[in-house]
């Protein structure tokens, strides 16, 4: 108790309880290695499948690992209006993706075509910022230069490398990160938080 | 502009002394930006034993600032525990004293 008591600081602890188990790092990071795998193994109908697969792993490490160590809340009217904003970027984000990929295939525009893969990863990371300003977790914010790095420097690359895709191999990489970077935020939270003992 | 002392002992007698305790302050802090929080929350958050917060919260539930609310999520008990319209007030109250006191 010996922290100021101001709803800033207390603000901030709520949002923390969203990130601070790691779990939506491990969410973000499962997806973008795994797509980068399924484009690699050449089976890109089931990418659409890693968005349950993330849901499952946040929604199950919750409930057995969170819940019992920091207990759950009901957020407010102000915390639920935020995360309304989040979906509806997130909504806009989606149609601005798909957008994009409908004028790279019909080879419409020719920065598009030519860029497109470093567009795609600056739309990526510009959602992950935004997971960020929403949670309010600045790491957040390197997975998202990381992410548009890696497949901005890896579509470069390809120009260059023959032996190996790099484009796969920088998404890849970049979800590997992530994904260490999540577990070590999760065994840190875990060892911060022990199991509540109920007494009451 | 200086408030005289007879001023000054006014104000201070006008504070919620129930909500000066800095727990219970900080507890009605929480719960003013949530529509609840359970009991595991507010004693990871607080850094307390269950013991003390309940002390707390019992404090707080009798002055009718906070309503608790018992049940079962997955097989385990737990308790919610929200702001009542009336703590909200109070609440709000006390900070509006706090900002006039410290002008």
Redesign the interface.
């Known amino acids: 108790m010996e922290e100021r008591i101001d709803l800033k600081n207390i603000r901030r602890q709520i949002y923390l309880y969203y990130s601070e188990d790691g779990l939506v790092d491990i969410a973000v990071g499962l997806v973008i290695f795994g797509f980068g795998l399924l484009l690699l193994l050449d089976l890109p109908a089931f990418v659409g499948l890693l968005g349950l697969l993330a849901l499952l792993v946040w929604y199950g490490g919750k409930a057995s690992l969170v819940l019992p160590r920091v207990g759950t809340i009901r957020p407010g009217r102000e915390i639920n209006e935020r995360f309304h904003g989040f979906l509806i970027n997130l909504v806009v984000i989606g149609i601005g993706v798909f957008i994009l990929f409908l004028l790279s295939r019909s080879g419409g525009v020719s920065i598009f075509s030519r860029f497109s893969l470093s567009i795609f990863g600056f739309v990526v990371a510009l959602g992950i910022s935004i997971l960020g300003l929403l949670l309010d977790t600045p790491r957040f914010y390197f997975y998202a230069g990381l992410v548009f790095l890696a497949m901005a420097g890896g579509e470069l690359l390809s120009e260059r490398v023959t032996a190996f895709d790099p484009f796969l191999a920088a998404v890849i990489g970049s979800g590997v990160v992530i994904l260490v970077s999540g577990t070590a935020v999760l065994i840190r939270f875990l060892r911060k938080y022990p199991v509540v003992q109920r007494e009451e | 502009m200086a408030r005289n002392s007879k001023e000054d002992l006014n104000l201070e007698k006008e504070i919620d002394r129930l909500i000066h305790e ?2 219970r ?2 507890v009605l ?2 719960l ?16 307390l ?3 003390n917060l ?1 002390a707390h919260i019992s404090k707080l539930q009798d002055a009718g600032y906070v309503s608790v609310e018992k049940g079962y ?2 097989n ?5 525990i929200s702001l009542t319209d009336e703590g909200r007030q109070a609440f709000q109250e006390y900070r509006q004293q706090m900002l006039r006191i410290l002008r």
């Open positions: 800095p727990v302050l900080k802090a929480f003013s930006l949530l529509e609840s929080a359970d009991f595991t929350f507010l004693v990871s958050r607080l850094g034993t269950m013991g309940s999520k997955d385990r008990p737990q308790t919610m």
